[in-house]
């Protein structure tokens, strides 16, 4: 049998780049506990024990930006005394003025978004990066009990399709962070044990399946002293692992008034409503904005050839049943909540809890 292979990877609470998604987030959620109407663009780099928070803000909310920071460094699991240095300004009036509107919401940015899904999984996610954000959840929650464990890893899981299908795991990758002393052979069945065999379903696995762990060796200088951090740098784990397109802006540190956020979110909730609704075994959804306008300016959908109806009648069901604009958006999904660090880590889509991952019954 000839066989196309998918990887996606993922990676754990205590990578770099989330470390920084988190702190955006969990500022974010800070924000919009005291001012729903908060309009935040606030990011944060890290390196070593210094991080740099900084961006636009106009808010009521008065906010200790270090102290929430360090607050979320330590939940991670780092226990190094962070220095933070803070430079956040006021968002432009000129973009305030043009997003902000108790009648009709204006994007807060022009731009492209994407959603996705497919029947492939039960989550209506692609099972490679369904996989690998398990193992990295998995791995990020078993460092509690295994203490030698540091909060830094990666994942990465290989499928094998046939006609579309996934069929086989071939290859599952982790490199898990670690204290010194520990030997190779001792992390690897740590990881087998622990990790990999509680996470995996067994269906998936046949004696072809390759398992590499810690494939560098030692992986005791981790996190922010291996490699720095920034925000938005992780937009393919946090959408599809690279099925599909993804969208020009990332998620985290951006209040629902940005169309990267809110509308990428609304797009996997029409793409997982459609595909749940029967019409095709999957499908992309584009939608681009312009800042300080409402409504799209276009709307594309793609099924890969697999509709049921023509796409022509599929996108005229979604333009019935659905409204793309702003301020609906953030209505009908409930978006001025505090409710974004919980998604900032092992992906934003294809988990429970979340508003766009409710399935809509569908009109037609």
């Not at 690998?132 to 203490?147: E, G, N, P």
């Not at 379903?201 to 494939?215: A, F, G, Q, S, V």
């Not at 092992?346 to 037609?364: N, Q, S, V």
Request: include cysteine; hydrophobic fraction near 40%; aromatic fraction near 10%.
């Amino acid at each position: 049998m000839e066989f196309i292979y998918f990887t996606s990877e993922s990676v754990t609470d205590g990578h770099p780049d989330k470390m920084c998604d988190q702190i955006a987030d969990a500022i974010l959620d800070a924000a919009l506990s005291e001012d729903v109407h908060a309009k935040m663009a606030v990011e944060a780099t890290i390196k070593d024990d210094f991080v740099l928070v900084y961006g636009e803000a106009n808010t009521t909310a008065v906010l200790d930006y270090a102290a929430i920071a360090k607050n979320v460094i330590a939940d991670i699991g780092y226990t190094e005394n962070y220095e933070v240095l803070v430079k956040v300004n006021k968002q432009s009036a000129q973009i305030n003025h043009a997003v902000t509107s108790e009648e009709n919401v204006g994007a807060g940015d022009q731009g492209i978004m994407f959603g996705y899904a497919t029947n492939e999984t039960e989550s209506y996610m692609p099972l490679p990066i369904e996989l690998a954000h398990k193992l990295s959840k998995q791995l990020s929650d078993v460092k509690r009990d295994i203490t030698w464990l540091l909060p830094d890893g990666k994942t990465q899981v290989t499928v094998a399709y046939k006609d579309g299908k996934p069929v086989f795991v071939h290859t599952v990758l982790v490199s898990a962070s670690h204290m010194p002393g520990h030997s190779a052979e001792e992390i690897r069945e740590t990881i087998m044990e622990h990790v990999i065999k509680p996470v995996i379903d067994p269906k998936w696995l046949t004696e072809e399946t390759r398992y590499i762990i810690n494939p560098s060796g030692e992986f005791s200088i981790a996190g922010p002293f291996s490699d720095s951090g920034t925000t938005g740098r992780k937009i393919v784990v946090d959408t599809y692992g690279g099925v599909g397109r993804i969208g020009g802006g990332c998620f985290s540190s951006k209040d629902p008034s940005k169309v990267d956020r809110s509308a990428a979110y609304y797009s996997r909730y029409v793409a997982k409503s459609v595909v749940a609704a029967g019409l095709a075994d999957k499908i992309e959804i584009q939608l681009s904005y312009a800042i300080g306008l409402s409504d799209p300016l276009s709307i594309h959908i793609d099924t890969f050839g697999t509709h049921k109806r023509p796409e022509s009648e599929i996108l005229e069901i979604i333009k019935n049943n659905f409204n793309f604009k702003v301020g609906n958006i953030i209505k009908e999904l409930d978006l001025l909540r505090p409710i974004y660090r919980e998604s900032a880590n092992f992906g934003a889509f294809g988990r429970d809890g979340f508003p766009w991952e409710t399935i809509k019954k569908l009109t037609f």
